[in-house]
């Protein structure tokens, strides 16, 4: 009799320990998938936010190549010269870019706005911070992107250089170095607004740059 008091009291404790211990077998890899899943979409949605807003700001970036761009055809088309150089550049200006140059044999003499940027009129050929670069750029053809880095008349930008060639004489003949045309984009400007939204979506993130065959 005292036997079977003792089975019986042994099935009341183990059994719910049993089945505890199955549900548990059974629910932890339920629980681990789920996890896994959510872990996973989290990462995807994270990755698809960050591809989003860095091709933001690269589309921002590109405003500002292609504003050095239509200032080389104007250049080759005119043979050097850009007549209302500060209509035109007012009509070529964004929100994110600071101001626009042009610099003849490498030397800025022409900027608008010209008004903060003063300082700007430097010989980019010889300068300490900017000549190695702009040097790679009139030797290789290559548009350069530099920064960001201090700019001369105060604050931060990213510089986007394209080197200008003028032909000789007939098309097809040897051209000359003409000199540059010049974007300055804000900095921080041009990322707060993606850099706002990644802080606001709670991620740790970290900009990187690299250059590819076009120097940007």
């Not at 339920?30 to 990755?47: F, G």
């Not at 091709?55 to 850009?82: C, D, F, P, T």
């Not at 900027?111 to 903060?116: C, M, R, S, T, V």
Request: with cysteine; net charge neutral; aromatic share 8%.
């Amino acid at each position: 009799m005292r036997e079977s008091k003792i089975r019986k009291l042994k099935i009341t404790i183990w059994l719910p320990l049993l089945v505890l211990m199955i549900g548990i077998a059974i629910v932890s890899p339920l629980v681990h998938l789920s996890y896994s899943s959510n872990r996973e979409r989290n990462k995807t949605v994270a990755q698809l936010n960050a591809q989003t807003y860095s091709e933001r700001m690269r589309s921002e970036l590109y405003k500002g190549v292609a504003v050095v761009n239509a200032l080389e055809q104007i250049l080759i088309s005119e043979n050097g010269a850009v007549n209302q150089f500060d209509t035109i550049a007012q009509n070529l200006m964004t929100s994110y870019i600071q101001c626009i140059q042009l610099a003849p044999d490498g030397v800025v003499n022409s900027i608008y706005p010209l008004e903060g940027n003063e300082e700007g009129k430097i010989d980019l050929i010889n300068d300490p911070e900017r000549g190695e670069l702009s040097r790679y750029a009139r030797d290789t053809g290559k548009m350069v992107m530099q920064g960001p880095f201090a700019l001369k008349q105060g604050g931060t930008g990213i510089a986007i250089r394209k080197p200008v060639y003028l032909p000789l004489g007939r098309v097809g003949e040897d051209t000359s170095f003409w000199g540059f045309s010049i974007a300055v984009i804000k900095v921080p400007k041009i990322f707060d607004d993606s850099i706002g939204a990644l802080t606001d979506f709670g991620y740790d993130y970290k900009l990187t740059k690299k250059s590819n065959v076009d120097g940007l």
